[in-house]
């Protein structure tokens, strides 16, 4: 059966590899043009390899954020390649190693056959961005959402990271997301803590659990389940949840994410 006139041809192939400790590595490649990204680059050697396994060369590296475990593969990658361009968060600008294009919010990247939307995802570092292909139903949200969480809040405010993840979570339904680390099961443990009475956490954990006695990723995710299971994309419409981090009646989303976030910084599940 031939695909709906209604749905766009994808134009990406991802491919998704371990690296260092927890990270994941992605490549995005275009095969018509033969561009290939790197989202994130934690270890230049390890995506040198899955790269030359592939034949793929890398033509663009796009940074979500100045963390190391990001940033530490660029010079490497960029001296290795040929006019590699590297893109990055335009706030975070003077901390991205090898940097040629400085984006924020709104703007748009072209890549291959489609583009990338640009979208604010502050919080965990101020400047973070994610990377939207709307072609392709997919996301690249580095540390900023992850299955069944979200990243520390080192650099932001509480109303900068809710912000954030609210544009992320008005991303429709299908959209899959890719997140940067294998934190699902510790998130899962959190997340039934503060949510008990939901059912549907309670089948995706167990789904989890399986996995990873697998040893299998649980990520990407898909952003619909995401909506009905992550704690922190609930903070308004869960009473469970903040019932359970102690907010009190008519307490802001805001302030309610701040005592979610603060209650998985000090959980011991």
């Given at each position: 059966?031939?695909?709906?006139?209604?749905?766009?041809?994808?134009?990406?192939?991802?491919?998704?590899?371990?690296?260092?400790?927890?990270?994941?590595?992605?490549?995005?490649?275009?095969?018509?043009?033969?561009?290939?990204?790197?989202?994130?680059?934690?270890?230049?050697?390890?995506?040198?390899?899955?790269?030359?396994?592939?034949?793929?060369?890398?033509?663009?590296?796009?940074?979500?954020?100045?963390?190391?475990d990001h940033t530490d593969g660029n010079l490497p990658l960029k001296e290795a390649g040929e006019n590699v361009q590297?893109?990055?968060?335009?706030?975070?600008?003077?901390?991205?190693?090898?940097?040629?294009?400085?984006?924020g919010a709104g703007d748009v990247v072209s890549f291959g056959r489609g583009e990338a939307t640009i979208m604010d995802?502050?919080?965990?570092?101020?400047?973070?961005?994610?990377?939207?292909?709307?072609?392709?139903?997919?996301?690249?949200?580095?540390?900023?959402?992850?299955?069944?969480?979200?990243g520390r809040m080192f650099e932001g405010t509480p109303k900068q990271f809710w912000g954030a993840l609210e544009g992320?979570?008005?991303?429709?339904?299908?959209?899959?997301?890719?997140?940067?680390?294998?934190?699902?099961?510790?998130?899962?443990?959190?997340?039934?803590?503060?949510?008990?009475?939901?059912?549907?956490?309670?089948?995706?954990?167990?789904?989890?659990?399986?996995?990873?006695?697998?040893?299998?990723?649980?990520?990407?995710?898909?952003?619909?389940?995401?909506?009905?299971?992550?704690?922190?994309?609930?903070?308004?419409?869960?009473?469970?949840?903040?019932?359970?981090?102690?907010?009190?009646?008519?307490?802001?989303?805001?302030?309610?994410?701040?005592?979610?976030?603060?209650?998985?910084?000090?959980?011991?599940?």
């Amino acid at each position: 059966m031939s695909a709906s006139n209604n749905q766009p041809t994808p134009s990406i192939t991802v491919a998704q590899f371990p690296c260092l400790g927890d990270n994941y590595g992605y490549l995005i490649h275009d095969e018509a043009t033969g561009e290939t990204a790197a989202i994130d680059t934690p270890c230049g050697a390890t995506y040198q390899r899955e790269l030359d396994k592939r034949g793929w060369k890398l033509t663009h590296i796009f940074n979500t954020h100045h963390h190391g475990d990001h940033t530490d593969g660029n010079l490497p990658l960029k001296e290795a390649g040929e006019n590699v361009q590297i893109y990055g968060p335009i706030d975070e600008k003077d901390k991205i190693p090898g940097i040629d294009v400085a984006v924020g919010a709104g703007d748009v990247v072209s890549f291959g056959r489609g583009e990338a939307t640009i979208m604010d995802a502050g919080g965990h570092t101020h400047g973070h961005i994610a990377y939207y292909f709307p072609k392709d139903d997919k996301a690249f949200v580095g540390d900023a959402l992850f299955a069944l969480g979200c990243g520390r809040m080192f650099e932001g405010t509480p109303k900068q990271f809710w912000g954030a993840l609210e544009g992320l979570r008005a991303l429709p339904d299908e959209t899959t997301v890719y997140c940067a680390h294998e934190y699902t099961e510790s998130n899962a443990k959190f997340a039934v803590s503060v949510e008990p009475g939901n059912t549907q956490l309670q089948s995706r954990v167990k789904e989890i659990l399986e996995k990873r006695a697998k040893g299998e990723p649980t990520v990407p995710s898909n952003l619909g389940v995401e909506k009905r299971t992550n704690p922190f994309l609930r903070v308004d419409v869960s009473e469970e949840i903040r019932r359970n981090v102690g907010a009190k009646e008519g307490e802001s989303s805001v302030s309610v994410f701040a005592k979610v976030r603060l209650a998985k910084d000090t959980f011991r599940g």
